[in-house]
């Protein structure tokens, strides 16, 4: 015990950082130069770094903000001027080709060293196509779909004079009170590293250097996702087995998967912001998981670590460029700072200039020294923007993305016939289709509810609606809304005067489908919530839509895991479409109307109660476990709630039904260099064809620390017809079954494993197998 101690010790003072393995083996999907490449880039960065000046070298770690909007209260000065000194390596918030060609011949042409710029953007689900928000693609649980959107964003936003892109965000999220769950890929590290390797290629593609890729940066390293009560930048502290086990797995296969540059985030770990933090950013990062890219800061993330409590501009300049950080954003900390810095002796010339040729490493990987105008072509970029195939991609990854929550008495799919009363906030509006961080989307071009309806369910169906609720009745949140684009046109008629038309509305209509929820602002940076219910009266619409006795389709658009426990016991179906995108409205009435079945599965547990918070399903066995005896008083368990989730991570239903056969082992007894099969039979039971994702988990019984109840370690999403059965294989190794120990080793430990196979974690088969000792 002595040893563990020792060990964790020394990791949390940042002297020793273990190498956290990959799930699986990794590969790199980004090619990799040659030798002979490699020579040839760095002669040519060794040559031009002779030639530079301190202030020049300083200038290339310089990322400032130029453009169109912002994403903080900081704008950059003296732009032009910094940019003709040499004193600017990239710019942020610039697009369009016009744009970015103007900035970039003024370096190229006015610098006294030429050379060019990178132009970097938040491409979070899309740039000009916009698709669902990346809560939202985690749910198709599809890969091929969610790295096809990544390639779309990459090609619009390449052809928009961009080739930095700050994304993917790989950050887990237990919290749904967070606004930032939503640009994740939710709870589990298994699921979000598959996620996050497939972003980064299609970005990326084979060939930074080609005119339709452009570098991903991964974020928010690390452990953004964790911030404490759910509120965004606040402190984030927890174990180091809890942080290498479930944390850390999405960064290292992003990295893995080749991601060029990463993101620093703005909370602590380890009492040091992460801006700061030199294990972080050179033990782990550099030292041993041996990534060779640059990173940049989020935005001011240098300049706040002085609120942290870290020092003035001068010591927080040398604390950044010392942990490993290369490319300040917004802050110019460094461009004002590191020269003193070198004079005083806090930093060394080899740390401006490793910071310099890593930042100079980027541009010539991204072909940019070759030609500086190769995403700046206007012809390209009028023949990419929104091209046909992107938009009927854009409404099939949509349709892929939404979860079918409840489907009581076949409510769903609605015929195309008869009267629909269409009601609620988002029943017609087009602004929060497209969702918070919707990059250089247009939400006027984004189809709504009410047009998509139309289009799909045509000439057959009357239409009527009433908006029934504003999204909110506090004017405080209303104007905080409206002051970052929210749109908001709020009624000023009463709720109960506003209710009533709903009410009046639904009693001559043969089905209501009530499209209730959060705006687009309620959720994604800087959106944090308490209160994760329905929000303003929008609960209490459905409480009357529901006396009507018609039938009550709630069509939920969100940001986050909800509250719904009314919504579930009430409404005869519940769809979550979160923010679907360019297409949502068709997309939601293609599933609507049964064009398409629906498929997704939750990647976040929703709770009953926000008092259930963290609620998630890899969770640990306590000593005093609750196994639903109610008068069963000391167990770890709620007065008022059950332990239970709303609905538990991997739910999804279908309109059709599916039948998991008993899980068949190839072996009872896996041997330290084997391979065990899982069989199971599917079988679509039901009347409609459809897709289902079989998952597959394990727990480890008996273990040298504590193990989770459920670990996911694989799925497969596949097509059943009607009636028909497939078998399906996974595959498990040791690998699979490795974790960190308390010594913070990567180990496979010999003993009792339970597998598990079905259709979300909760509702599984189960078999049994031995880890064998050799």
């Known amino acids: 015990m002595k040893r563990v101690f020792r060990t964790?010790?020394?990791?949390?003072?940042?002297?020793?950082?273990?190498?956290?393995?990959?799930?699986?083996?990794?590969?790199?999907?980004?090619?990799?130069?040659?030798?002979?490449?490699?020579?040839?880039?760095?002669?040519?960065?060794?040559?031009?770094?002779?030639?530079?000046?301190?202030?020049?070298?300083?200038?290339?770690?310089?990322?400032?903000?130029?453009?169109?909007?912002?994403?903080?209260?900081?704008?950059?000065?003296?732009?032009?001027?910094?940019?003709?000194?040499?004193?600017?390596?990239?710019?942020?918030?610039?697009?369009?080709?016009?744009?970015?060609?103007?900035?970039?011949?003024?370096?190229?042409?006015?610098?006294?060293l030429h050379i060019p710029l990178i132009f970097g953007y938040d491409v979070i689900h899309g740039h000009r196509t916009i698709f669902p928000i990346a809560l939202g693609l985690a749910s198709s649980w599809d890969l091929t779909a969610i790295e096809r959107s990544a390639r779309i964003a990459a090609e619009e936003a390449s052809a928009d004079g961009l080739n930095w892109v700050y994304s993917p965000m790989v950050d887990i999220a237990r919290d749904p009170r967070w606004g930032r769950i939503s640009e994740g890929s939710g709870e589990d590290p298994y699921l979000g590293s598959q996620i996050a390797r497939v972003m980064v290629h299609g970005y990326q593609g084979d060939d930074l250097s080609k005119n339709n890729t452009v570098m991903a940066?991964?974020?928010?390293?690390?452990?953004?996702?964790?911030?404490?009560?759910?509120?965004?930048?606040?402190?984030?502290?927890?174990?180091?087995?809890?942080?290498?086990?479930?944390?850390?797995?999405?960064?290292?296969?992003?990295?893995?998967?080749?991601?060029?540059?990463?993101?620093?985030?703005?909370?602590?770990?380890?009492?040091?912001?992460?801006?700061?933090?030199?294990?972080?950013?050179?033990?782990?990062?550099?030292?041993?998981?041996?990534?060779?890219?640059?990173?940049?800061?989020?935005?001011?993330?240098?300049?706040?670590?002085?609120?942290?409590?870290?020092?003035?501009?001068?010591?927080?300049?040398?604390?950044?460029?010392?942990?490993?950080?290369?490319?300040?954003?917004?802050?110019?900390?460094?461009?004002?700072?590191?020269?003193?810095?070198?004079?005083?002796?806090?930093?060394?010339?080899?740390?401006?200039?490793?910071?310099?040729?890593?930042?100079?490493?980027?541009?010539?990987?991204?072909?940019?020294?070759?030609?500086?105008?190769?995403?700046?072509?206007?012809?390209?970029?009028?023949?990419?923007?929104?091209?046909?195939e992107f938009i009927a991609d854009a409404r099939d990854i949509a349709r892929k993305s939404m979860v079918l929550l409840k489907n009581s008495n076949n409510a769903l799919p609605l015929k195309k016939q008869g009267t629909i009363a269409l009601v609620g906030p988002l029943a017609t509006r087009q602004r929060d289709m497209i969702g918070s961080w919707s990059g250089a989307g247009d939400w006027k071009q984004a189809v709504s509810l009410e047009q998509g309806i139309r289009n799909v369910a045509g000439n057959g169906v009357k239409i009527v609606t009433a908006q029934g609720a504003n999204f909110t009745d506090d004017q405080q949140m209303i104007d905080r809304l409206n002051a970052h684009g929210g749109e908001l046109n709020v009624d000023k008629r009463s709720s109960e005067e506003m209710i009533r038309e709903a009410v009046q509305v639904a009693q001559g209509a043969d089905v209501i489908v009530a499209a209730v929820g959060e705006s687009q602002g309620m959720t994604g940076e800087a959106a944090s919530r308490a209160d994760i219910g329905l929000p303003g009266q929008q609960l209490e619409l459905l409480k009357a839509l529901k006396k009507t006795g018609k039938p009550l389709v709630i069509v939920l658009m969100s940001g986050r895991p909800m509250t719904l426990p009314w919504e579930d016991k009430n409404a005869d179906a519940i769809l979550e479409t979160w923010f679907a995108g360019t297409q949502a409205g068709n997309a939601i009435a293609d599933v609507l109307f049964g064009a398409y079945n629906p498929s997704g599965k939750l990647t976040a547990t929703f709770p009953q109660h926000v008092g259930q918070i963290p609620l998630y399903y890899n969770h640990k066995m306590t000593g005093r476990p609750y196994q639903g005896v109610a008068l069963d008083k000391y167990k770890s368990r709620y007065m008022d709630v059950s332990n239970d989730p709303l609905y538990p991570f991997g739910y999804g239903l279908s309109y059709t039904t599916f039948e998991y056969g008993k899980p068949e082992l190839s072996t009872t007894t896996l041997p330290m260099n084997g391979t065990l099969e899982v069989k199971v039979t599917l079988k679509n039971t039901g009347n409609y064809d459809g897709e289902e994702v079989a998952q597959l988990y394990i727990r480890d019984m008996v273990g040298s620390i504590s193990r989770?109840?459920?670990?996911?370690?694989?799925?497969?999403?596949?097509?059943?017809?009607?009636?028909?059965?497939?078998?399906?294989?996974?595959?498990?190794?040791?690998?699979d079954l490795k974790f960190y120990n308390a010594n913070l080793q990567f180990v496979a430990e010999p003993g009792d494993f339970q597998v598990f196979v079905g259709g979300n974690s909760r509702d599984v088969q189960t078999a049994a197998f031995k880890l064998a000792a050799q």
């Open 217 to 388: 940066c991964l974020k928010h390293f690390a452990l953004y996702g964790a911030a404490e009560a759910g509120r965004d930048y606040n402190t984030t502290d927890m174990s180091l087995v809890r942080m290498y086990n479930e944390y850390l797995p999405p960064y290292k296969a992003a990295l893995d998967a080749g991601a060029g540059s990463v993101m620093s985030s703005f909370n602590d770990i380890n009492g040091v912001p992460a801006t700061g933090n030199k294990w972080l950013m050179t033990d782990l990062l550099r030292n041993q998981w041996g990534f060779k890219g640059f990173v940049a800061t989020d935005y001011t993330a240098i300049n706040e670590m002085t609120a942290h409590g870290m020092g003035d501009d001068a010591q927080v300049s040398a604390l950044a460029l010392n942990a490993g950080i290369d490319q300040d954003m917004v802050g110019e900390i460094f461009l004002r700072n590191l020269a003193q810095n070198l004079k005083d002796g806090t930093v060394k010339q080899e740390q401006i200039d490793q910071a310099c040729r890593r930042i100079l490493e980027a541009k010539w990987k991204l072909g940019l020294f070759k030609d500086p105008y190769l995403y700046t072509n206007e012809k390209r970029a009028k023949a990419t923007m929104m091209k046909k």
């Open 8 to 112: 964790a010790l020394l990791m949390s003072l940042g002297l020793l950082a273990p190498q956290l393995q990959a799930q699986k083996p990794a590969t790199t999907t980004t090619t990799r130069a040659t030798a002979a490449d490699e020579d040839k880039m760095n002669k040519f960065i060794s040559d031009l770094m002779q030639k530079m000046t301190l202030e020049e070298k300083i200038g290339q770690l310089n990322l400032i903000t130029v453009g169109f909007d912002v994403t903080g209260p900081v704008v950059s000065k003296d732009v032009d001027a910094n940019i003709r000194k040499g004193n600017v390596g990239a710019v942020l918030n610039t697009f369009t080709p016009t744009a970015a060609r103007k900035l970039q011949e003024m370096a190229v042409k006015e610098s006294r």
């Open 708 to 735: 989770p109840v459920k670990e996911l370690k694989g799925f497969q999403k596949v097509l059943l017809k009607k009636g028909e059965s497939r078998t399906l294989t996974f595959r498990l190794t040791p690998e």
